[in-house]
Structures are given as C-alpha cells and as structure tokens.
Nanobody
Framework: QVNLVESGGGLVQAGGSLRLSCVAS????????MAWFRQAPGKEREFVAG????????SYSDSVRGRFTISRDNAKSTLYLQLNNLKPEDTAVYYC?????????????????WGQGTQVTVSS
C-alpha cells in the first residue's frame, strides 16, 4: 500500500512553467515505478510521463516531450514533473500513479495506486 498526494498545480499563462510534486507514504517509495497522467474535461485519462524506480527509463508522451521533465528523489519519497512552455491544451487534472514490476507502463489499468490529482490551468 502506498498513499500519493500531489501538489503544485495552479493557473499559469501560456508559455509559463509549473513544478508538480507527488509525495508518497506507506510502502518504500523506491519499490515503485512512477508516472504522471492527466485528464482534461470530457476526455479520457492519458499518460504524460513515467520512470523506473531507479530514476532511469524515462518515457514521455509525444505531446509533452521536450517541454516536460519527470524526476524523482527516493530519499524524499517524492516524484516531480517540471512543466515548461505550457500550452492551453495542457489544461487538465494531473495525477501521479505507482506500479510494481519491471516496466514503466503507459496505460491507466497498469497502475494500482493513484493520488487525488492537482489542477493545472493554462490561459491563452
């Protein structure tokens, strides 16, 4: 069991930046591969970025590659997502998620543990 709590969302103008954090508690954080997903109104939840328990094996969706950076600090049990050059289409609730196993998954149903989400709104 692991509990996840996101923070760092907010309202930002297009071209701006935000840094999201996800603090984990419960089971050892470094046991888990981690990911960020997002869900815009009326749309399905989609994969944004993920990485392995070690911090390696990063992967990104095509829509955010080159603008967003995922990282983790296992000593602080915290996952991060740096969002740069934000666009209005990045507006969504952002969720962190955790899974056991060898691979970083990109599908919602591969992740067992989820945070409550943090809202990111990008104005044009």
């Amino acid at each position: 069991q692991v509990n996840l709590v996101e923070s760092g969302g907010g309202l930002v103008q297009a071209g701006g930046s935000l840094r999201l954090s996800c603090v984990a508690s419960g089971r050892t954080f470094s046991d888990f591969n981690m990911a960020w997903f997002r869900q815009a109104p009326g749309k399905e939840r989609e994969f944004v970025a993920g990485l392995r328990w070690s911090g390696g094996g990063t992967s990104y969706s095509d829509s955010v590659r080159g603008r967003f950076t995922i990282s983790r600090d296992n000593a602080k049990s915290t996952l991060y997502l740096q969002l740069n050059n934000l666009k209005p289409e990045d507006t969504a609730v952002y969720y962190c998620a955790a899974k056991l196993g060898l691979l970083v998954g990109t599908e919602v149903n591969q992740y067992r543990y989820w945070g409550q989400g943090t809202q990111v709104t990008v104005s044009s």
